[in-house]
């Protein structure tokens, strides 16, 4: 019984000694641990309050766009771009305000609209409107190689008709027809046989003769 009390005192102490040169260290990492741990759920209920805010106010900016007050709907628009930018809702916000200055025949914001939608979508589908879009808007004015820029990225596989569609446009606005057509045929391939567009690219693919 002695021998096992010495042993288990000499355990102790062994402890004791290791706790006095490292416990300090100890009690820090256990302190670093529990803030970061705090953090990153604090950081998570942020990004999730904001997540909330922005899509209660895109659900404001959409009232305002069908009520067609154009003013409202920028200033609507522009408050989730300024206030929620990493959010989904800012690029989406930003195509809203886009169609809405293009309406009140304010094209130069339009076109900033667009581009910063391009820019800051987080969703693919999003980017790719906002790049079709612009083309249009660069090809009506003439602006081919801008236009061209727009649509040489890979878009996601449901615009690859449209975006090849609108490629054919700007090449054959350039007299480009070889070009064009090789474009067009793509977008007749990509686009499903049901649909009504079909028809419209057949006939151009006609009009570009040869």
């Known amino acids: 019984m002695a021998t096992y009390d010495l042993e288990e005192q000499e355990q102790i102490d062994i402890l004791k000694a290791w706790w006095k040169s490292n416990g300090n260290m100890v009690i820090l990492a256990v302190a670093v641990f529990a803030a970061t741990l705090s953090g990153i759920q604090g950081w998570r209920y942020y990004q999730h309050s904001q997540m909330i805010k ?13 009520s067609g007050d154009t ?16 959010s989904p809702y800012a690029a989406r916000a930003a195509l809203i305000a886009a169609k809405a200055n293009h309406d009140s025949g304010d094209v130069q914001s339009a076109k900033a ?3 910063w939608a391009s820019e800051h979508a987080k969703e693919d ?4 409107i906002a790049r079709l879009r612009l083309a249009g808007q660069l090809l009506d004015e003439k602006k081919y190689a801008e236009a061209l820029k727009q649509v040489e990225m890979t878009p996601t596989p449901a615009f690859v008709g449209l975006i090849a569609d609108m490629k054919g446009d700007i090449l054959a606005a350039q007299d480009k027809q070889t070009e064009a057509r090789v474009a067009y045929q793509l977008a007749l391939d990509k686009i499903g046989e049901k649909s009504t567009y079909r028809q419209l690219i057949k006939m151009k693919i006609e009009n570009l003769g040869g």
């Open 54 to 66: 922005a899509s209660m106010m895109y659900e404001v900016l959409q009232s305002v766009m069908k």
């Open 71 to 86: 003013k409202k709907t920028r200033d609507a628009a522009g408050q989730i771009m300024e206030q929620h930018p990493a």
């Open 113 to 115: 609209q667009l581009q």
């Open 125 to 128: 589908e999003v980017r790719d």
